[in-house]
């Protein structure tokens, strides 16, 4: 990245957490024309900081079609810092809408659904659907834990959701 881009990415950072939605909405342009997969975590936390719908909606449309290399790991990152925990769906769901591979983070992301809401739940189950291609090993791994919570689940649509979840993972795993 050349210097004056990332000191435009830098001051758009910036920005995006304004109180003047024009300079925030310029600073998504911005960050949507130049930005790479380090532009993720300012997104995040832009959007955990935010309460302007708008502006929400335009962070998530830009992370959900986010195509840069390396944002699969970024958000997998995400998924592990307290401060995005508000917005941690948003950053399972960008997973699947941007198409990216979440393979490499099955087991984290099986993990999230144990211990997360149900709405993280519905997401991780998504993306785990919509995986061309899932590790054997992960798979394997992310199943043995999920066995163990089914039923230990006392919301019954979250516990619905899991059981949809193991079963998916045991036919891609040639269990049924």
Same mark, same amino acid.
């Given at each position: 990245?050349? #210097?004056?881009?990332? %000191? ?18 310029? #600073?998504? %342009? ?10 993720? *975590?300012?997104?995040?936390? %832009? ?9 929400? &909606? &335009? ?24 401060? !995005? !925990? ?13 198409? *990216? ?6 087991? &984290? ?24 291609? !899932? ?6 791994? #992310?199943?043995?834990? *999920? ?17 949809? !979840?193991? &079963? ?9």
């Amino acid at each position: 990245m050349t #210097a004056k881009k990332g %000191a435009q990415l830098d001051k758009a950072f910036a920005a995006l957490l304004s109180e003047d939605d024009a300079q925030a909405l310029e #600073a998504i %342009a911005v960050i949507h024309e130049k930005g790479d997969a380090g532009s993720i *975590l300012p997104l995040l936390h %832009a959007l955990a900081r935010t309460d302007d719908h708008a502006r929400q &909606r &335009r962070i998530q449309g830009l992370l959900f079609e986010v195509k840069v290399k390396d944002a699969a790991a970024e958000l997998a990152k995400a998924l592990d810092l307290p401060e !995005l !925990l508000d917005v941690r769906k948003t950053a399972i769901a960008a997973f699947w809408n941007a198409g *990216l591979d979440a393979g490499p983070h099955t087991e &984290r992301l099986v993990q999230i659904a144990v211990e997360g809401d149900a709405e993280e739940t519905f997401e991780v189950l998504t993306v785990i659907e919509n995986q061309e291609i !899932l590790p054997e090993r992960a798979a394997r791994k #992310a199943l043995s834990k *999920l066995k163990k919570s089914v039923e230990q689940e006392p919301d019954g649509y979250k516990q619905a959701l899991l059981v949809d !979840l193991k &079963r998916h993972l045991e036919d891609r795993l040639g269990m049924h």
